[in-house]
């Protein structure tokens, strides 16, 4: 059975549908939450939630883009969702002055590991990380990850930027940088 064939089932709220989907998606959605929440009880409940949130606006998935890239989004923002309001406190920083500015070099050591890269990703401020996450490994471009995040294009750029060079900073202090 096609994927277009059970979205469609799903949009008649069909319940063996909607399992097909789930097991299929669901423990690739679960990896995605993780990165995000690095906590398995709080990634568990946002896929949940994402997928009743999916299932339940299901008529609203029009095929533009794949279904788990639409779900994918859907997740991500359930995990932001979820981060920002376990913050105490936030304070917002008019970036909008800055300057975009294009840093295209990104050298790491052979030997690094994923899992060393997103432990680092993992210690840079939320501002940034959210931007890193993104763009590194979740493979979204600038206007998708300023739409998701609701920043200008030009504050998603410079985030990135400083978010890279604080990622490089920690890595070479962890000796994983490759040397120039």
């Keep these: 059975m096609f994927q277009i064939d059970i979205v469609e089932q ?8 909607q399992l097909k989907l789930y097991n299929q998606y669901c423990h690739g959605m679960f990896c ?3 990165r995000f929440l690095k906590n398995e009880d709080d990634a568990e409940d946002v896929v ?12 609203q998935y029009r095929g533009e ?29 008019n970036e909008g002055y800055m300057h975009v500015a294009e840093d295209e070099d990104w050298t790491v050591d052979d030997t690094v590991t994923v899992k060393e890269v997103q432990q680092a990703i993992g210690k840079l401020p939320e501002k940034y990380r959210y ?16 739409e998701i995040l609701g920043i200008s294009s030009t ?15 920690i890595l070479k202090s962890n000796k994983y940088v490759a040397r120039s």
């Excluded at 949940?48 to 339940?56: G, N």
């Design 10 to 17: 799903c949009k008649r709220n069909d319940r063996k549908a």
């Design 32 to 34: 995605v939450a993780m």
């Design 48 to 59: 949940q939630e994402s997928f009743i949130k999916a299932f339940l606006r299901i008529s």
């Design 65 to 93: 883009v794949t279904f788990g890239a639409w779900l994918k989004r859907i997740v991500v923002n359930k995990c932001i969702d979820f981060l920002k309001s376990k913050q105490l406190k936030t304070v917002e920083l």
């Design 131 to 146: 931007v890193v996450q993104l763009f590194l490994v979740e493979g979204y471009d600038h206007n998708e990850i300023s």
């Design 155 to 169: 504050s998603c750029r410079t985030r990135l930027l400083r978010g890279k060079g604080q990622l490089r900073e």
